[in-house]
């Protein structure tokens, strides 16, 4: 049996494995949700972006399920893809909301990398301390936006390097200036007078 075969078999394996749980969220049962490979999906050299929340990973099968805003789709990935945000298959977690790259290769989804998204900490209180901001600065681990609420004038005369002003009076004709991203953490400042 061709490699190409195994893996046609191993896909409508994991499919099935799948379909049964899958079809079990639709509060639709009229709904069929889309799975990644078909037998008459056309193969493609150009690689194409898939954006969505992972459901389930198998290691064994290299395979993932992604759920995405048009249904599920089921991506093979190898020792070869990338990965972006994480250095192991086994450290993404579920519920990660994933970007991959991918080719379609005879109907099957094949990664080509996979970024994770990183999401904001939740932190327990809507105020931290200078000391916590300092933190999380210098380890550089967690993409925030900082934001000086101050005047322009005082934002002139001194602020934290890399911080956007946006004085809290007229914050609402400055909204293009937050992240595109919503959910990255975002840190407001100001000296108690805004």
Do not use: W
């Not at 709904?31 to 490979?37: E, R, W």
């Not at 970007?99 to 970024?115: K, P």
């Not at 609420?149 to 001194?158: I, L, P, W």
Request: aromatic fraction near 6%.
């Amino acid at each position: 049996m061709s490699n190409s075969k195994k893996k046609h078999l191993l896909v409508a394996a994991f499919i099935l494995l799948l379909v049964t749980p899958i079809a079990g969220k639709s509060e639709d049962a009229t709904q069929n949700p889309v799975i990644g490979s078909c037998e008459g999906c056309p193969a493609t050299t150009d690689t194409k972006v898939l954006k969505g929340t992972l459901d389930v990973i198998s290691f064994k099968a290299s395979m993932l399920q992604l759920a995405t805003g048009t249904g599920a789709k089921v991506i093979t990935f190898s020792d070869d893809t990338i990965l972006i945000g994480t250095e192991t298959f086994s450290s993404i977690a579920s519920d990660s909301d994933l970007e991959i790259e991918y080719l379609n290769e005879d109907g099957v989804l094949l990664a080509v990398s996979i970024t994770v998204a990183s999401k904001a900490p939740i932190l327990e209180s809507n105020q931290i301390n200078a000391k916590t901001l300092s933190k999380l600065i210098s380890a550089n681990t967690t993409p925030f936006t900082l934001i000086d609420a101050r005047t322009d004038q005082s934002y002139s005369q001194a602020h934290i390097p890399g911080a956007v002003s946006i004085y809290n009076g007229v914050f609402a004709k400055n909204i293009d200036k937050l992240p595109a991203n919503k959910q990255q953490l975002i840190v407001y400042y100001c000296d108690g007078t805004a």
